[in-house]
């Protein structure tokens, strides 16, 4: 017999029964249901609602299920539509009649939001663990390739020198924001939905309080109605998860460009590549491909819910059963992603004579010069005239701008002098960006030493 079957004269279709199961997916929210339902039990213990031989009975009920369901021994049968009625049908085949009694004062509607947040609370460490495991590879990349020189980009053209730890650093820089946003979503997540029932509430004297304080939630919500309608929380951590896929995106599309023979920046594990069924030469970067793939489904998990929620008036309707789906598989694809790149980064090579020749020439040290005139007196406008004028001259004649003479110089402008030849280095070009943020090697040393304090 279904739960609610008292009201209905007849059994429900068999392909209603498939179309709206959920057990299939939400069975993974088992052991945080059973914590749930074993806070509920000792409030409605503390209520005087149950005795205590009766909490004792459910309480040990409960932790043979999840035994069961940890040890896969658990049997679902086909009319279980979903974790929550599949527990309790176990749970009353266990202890009886006394079974029944642990439902009360709460609906599925509060227990799901609660199973929720519980889960995502767990799994938000566990991401945050893997974060951290990846900005350690970059931090260790930086670390080994301190020094190396490589051109920066900007519109995927050469632009200014960089020091290679910079830019891994740059990544590191972006997961800690990604952390900063699943710790925001953590905040509002972690309030507790537990005793608003359907919609209204409950009418027996549970204590919220200390429900909370058995489940570690800082706080209760204060609105039955938001507490069992609101998937902001789930909305939040999916686009928490797309800004993180975002990134992660980015950086395969930098490992794909970087591993090509066209620029042979760096070479990647071939653990972590693959070949072709038919050309024996390649080495594929599957593993960052795949990335950047997956972070199309994340957005589309995130939209899929924003669209889902969108028409919904208050409080429960069923659609919410499709938030699930969406916000596993993108935790599951965020936390796969994160993991096989830690590994991949840390196997990775650089190319260290590749990326610094690549460094000296394209007119690399053109904003020097630019700037050495500035620090002559002329306004920049004019100095940026001057120097685009002499990079044609290099590309006309087929030179780089290291190689042209002060006299030559002098022709464009008579305030360069001998010493503009000290600008007319990559290193140089490096160390004169001391200032925090900067590329120079003073400046990316000691903030390498700060992630690698902050990340010990």
């Given at each position: 017999?279904?739960?609610?079957?008292?009201?209905?004269?007849?059994?429900?279709?068999?392909?209603?029964?498939?179309?709206?199961?959920?057990?299939?997916?939400?069975?993974?929210?088992?052991?945080?249901?059973?914590?749930?339902?074993?806070?509920?039990?000792?409030?409605?213990?503390?209520?005087?609602?149950?005795?205590?031989?009766?909490?004792?009975?459910?309480?040990?009920?409960?932790?043979?299920?999840?035994?069961?369901?940890?040890?896969?021994?658990?049997?679902?049968?086909?009319?279980?539509?979903?974790?929550?009625?599949?527990?309790?049908?176990?749970?009353?085949?266990?202890?009886?009649?006394?079974?029944?009694?642990?439902?009360?004062?709460?609906?599925?509607?509060?227990?799901?939001?609660?199973?929720?947040?519980?889960?995502?609370?767990?799994?938000?460490?566990?991401?945050?663990?893997?974060?951290?495991?990846?900005?350690?590879?970059?931090?260790?990349?930086?670390?080994?390739?301190?020094?190396?020189?490589?051109?920066?980009?900007?519109?995927?053209?050469?632009?200014?020198?960089?020091?290679?730890?910079?830019?891994?650093?740059?990544?590191?820089?972006?997961?800690?924001?990604?952390?900063?946003?699943?710790?925001?979503?953590?905040?509002?997540?972690?309030?507790?939905?537990?005793?608003?029932?359907?919609?209204?509430?409950?009418?027996?004297?549970?204590?919220?309080?200390?429900?909370?304080?058995?489940l570690s939630f800082p706080a209760v919500s204060q609105n039955s109605l938001d507490a069992v309608s609101d998937r902001d929380f789930v909305v939040e951590?999916?686009?928490?998860?797309?800004?993180?896929?975002?990134?992660?995106?980015?950086?395969?599309?930098?490992?794909?460009?970087?591993?090509?023979?066209?620029?042979?920046?760096?070479?990647?594990?071939?653990?972590?590549?693959?070949?072709?069924?038919?050309?024996?030469?390649?080495?594929?970067?599957?593993?960052?491909?795949?990335?950047?793939?997956?972070?199309?489904?994340?957005?589309?998990?995130?939209?899929?819910?924003?669209?889902?929620?969108?028409?919904?008036?208050?409080?429960?309707?069923?659609?919410?059963?499709?938030?699930?789906?969406?916000?596993?598989?993108?935790?599951?694809?965020?936390?796969?992603?994160?993991?096989?790149?830690?590994?991949?980064?840390?196997?990775?090579?650089?190319?260290?004579?590749?990326?610094?020749?690549?460094?000296?020439?394209?007119?690399?040290?053109?904003?020097?010069?630019?700037?050495?005139?500035?620090?002559?007196?002329?306004?920049?406008?004019?100095?940026?005239?001057?120097?685009?004028?002499?990079?044609?001259?290099?590309?006309?004649?087929?030179?780089?701008?290291?190689?042209?003479?002060?006299?030559?110089?002098?022709?464009?402008?008579?305030?360069?002098?001998?010493?503009?030849?000290?600008?007319?280095?990559?290193?140089?070009?490096?160390?004169?960006?001391?200032?925090?943020?900067?590329?120079?090697?003073?400046?990316?040393?000691?903030?390498?030493?700060?992630?690698?304090?902050?990340?010990?």
């Amino acid at each position: 017999m279904k739960a609610w079957a008292g009201r209905f004269g007849e059994e429900t279709n068999r392909l209603v029964e498939a179309f709206t199961a959920s057990v299939q997916f939400d069975q993974r929210l088992y052991s945080w249901d059973i914590q749930g339902s074993l806070a509920h039990c000792r409030t409605l213990q503390r209520a005087g609602i149950l005795t205590a031989t009766e909490a004792k009975t459910l309480i040990r009920g409960l932790e043979q299920v999840q035994a069961e369901l940890d040890r896969k021994r658990f049997r679902f049968h086909p009319g279980d539509e979903d974790i929550h009625m599949a527990i309790e049908r176990r749970l009353t085949e266990l202890v009886g009649p006394v079974g029944g009694k642990l439902h009360t004062g709460r609906s599925r509607n509060d227990q799901v939001a609660t199973d929720l947040r519980l889960y995502l609370r767990d799994m938000l460490a566990t991401l945050r663990s893997r974060l951290e495991a990846l900005q350690r590879a970059f931090v260790s990349q930086a670390r080994a390739n301190l020094g190396i020189v490589m051109p920066g980009y900007t519109h995927l053209q050469r632009a200014q020198p960089v020091l290679v730890s910079h830019h891994w650093l740059a990544y590191v820089e972006m997961l800690e924001r990604d952390k900063g946003r699943l710790a925001d979503a953590l905040v509002r997540l972690n309030v507790m939905p537990l005793g608003s029932g359907a919609l209204a509430g409950t009418n027996y004297p549970v204590d919220r309080q200390y429900t909370a304080q058995l489940l570690s939630f800082p706080a209760v919500s204060q609105n039955s109605l938001d507490a069992v309608s609101d998937r902001d929380f789930v909305v939040e951590v999916l686009a928490a998860l797309a800004v993180l896929m975002m990134h992660l995106s980015r950086l395969s599309e930098e490992l794909i460009l970087w591993a090509s023979q066209e620029f042979r920046f760096v070479d990647l594990p071939d653990r972590f590549c693959t070949g072709s069924s038919m050309m024996p030469q390649k080495k594929n970067p599957d593993v960052p491909e795949l990335v950047r793939g997956k972070t199309g489904r994340v957005y589309g998990h995130l939209m899929g819910m924003l669209t889902t929620l969108k028409g919904l008036p208050l409080s429960y309707n069923r659609d919410m059963q499709e938030d699930k789906e969406a916000l596993f598989d993108a935790l599951d694809t965020a936390q796969a992603s994160v993991e096989v790149l830690a590994e991949l980064v840390q196997g990775l090579r650089v190319n260290r004579p590749v990326v610094e020749q690549a460094a000296e020439v394209g007119g690399m040290l053109a904003t020097e010069l630019a700037d050495y005139l500035v620090l002559k007196g002329l306004p920049f406008r004019e100095t940026h005239a001057i120097v685009g004028q002499i990079v044609r001259y290099c590309i006309e004649k087929r030179r780089e701008l290291a190689d042209l003479s002060l006299g030559e110089l002098k022709r464009f402008a008579k305030q360069f002098e001998a010493d503009v030849m000290e600008r007319l280095t990559v290193q140089g070009a490096i160390e004169r960006k001391s200032q925090t943020g900067g590329t120079g090697r003073q400046a990316v040393a000691a903030r390498l030493v700060a992630w690698e304090k902050r990340l010990a």
